[in-house]
């Protein structure tokens, strides 16, 4: 039993301290900002689809499939004036250089807080479906709140307060097989 005691005292001593946020001054409240998320340009290649919990389950399975089903798409029109054989050559060639082609598009499904629990069932979903890879992975996420007077009038002289704490956010990532 003290040998137990002694070994709980030494992982206590161990670990980091929690660093706590400081308190709200009086007469103050929190005012939370939208996550930050990072630009993304039109040709990115890992879509991310952002998940809430009033985020219908159904339409964002439907998002992550036209995406990867935009993946698929890759072979250009076929030559409008080439006959039936040249277009069987095409198709022979474009299945021998299969091997060749780039990896398969991954479209990230991201959520935090209260939507961890519809992106873990849509990773679910996935999983079930037989032809998609599913990968989790958890973040911590800075989200920045500020601090502001309750009352308008009071502290306008005063400045706006800032702060971050954090998030935690689980991000499922889905490709084809």
Same mark, same amino acid.
């Given at each position: 039993?003290?040998?137990?005691?002694?070994?709980?005292?030494?992982?206590?001593?161990?670990?980091?301290?929690?660093?706590?946020?400081?308190?709200?001054?009086?007469?103050?409240?929190?005012?939370?900002?939208?996550?930050?998320?990072?630009?993304? +340009?039109?040709?990115?290649?890992?879509?991310?689809?952002? %998940?809430?919990?009033? =985020?219908?389950? *159904?339409? &964002? !399975?439907?998002?992550?499939?036209?995406?990867?089903?935009?993946?698929?798409?890759t072979a250009?029109?076929?030559?409008?004036?080439?006959?039936?054989?040249?277009?069987?050559?095409?198709?022979?060639?474009?299945?021998?250089?299969?091997?060749?082609?780039?990896?398969?598009?991954?479209?990230?499904?991201?959520?935090?807080?209260?939507?961890?629990?519809?992106?873990?069932?849509?990773? +679910?979903?996935?999983?079930?479906?037989?032809?998609?890879? %599913?990968?989790?992975? =958890?973040?911590? *996420?800075? &989200? !920045?709140?500020?601090?502001?007077?309750?009352?308008?009038?009071?502290?306008?002289?005063?400045?706006?307060?800032?702060?971050?704490?954090?998030?935690?956010?689980?991000e499922v990532?889905?490709?084809?097989?």
């Open positions: 039993m003290a040998k137990s005691a002694t070994q709980h005292q030494q992982h206590q001593q161990h670990r980091e301290p929690i660093k706590k946020l400081a308190p709200i001054p009086q007469g103050c409240k929190i005012q939370k900002r939208p996550l930050m998320r990072p630009q993304l +340009s039109a040709s990115s290649k890992s879509p991310t689809i952002y %998940v809430s919990s009033h =985020t219908p389950f *159904v339409s &964002a !399975v439907k998002r992550v499939r036209k995406l990867l089903a935009k993946s698929l798409r250009g029109p076929a030559p409008k004036n080439a006959s039936l054989q040249s277009r069987v050559e095409s198709l022979k060639q474009n299945t021998a250089s299969a091997s060749d082609r780039p990896p398969a598009l991954v479209v990230t499904v991201a959520g935090t807080g209260k939507a961890i629990e519809k992106t873990l069932s849509l990773a +679910s979903w996935f999983e079930q479906e037989g032809d998609c890879n %599913v990968c989790l992975r =958890t973040r911590t *996420v800075g &989200a !920045v709140d500020d601090i502001v007077p309750r009352e308008a009038g009071e502290g306008e002289g005063e400045a706006d307060e800032s702060r971050v704490r954090k998030v935690s956010c689980l990532l889905v490709s084809l097989k």
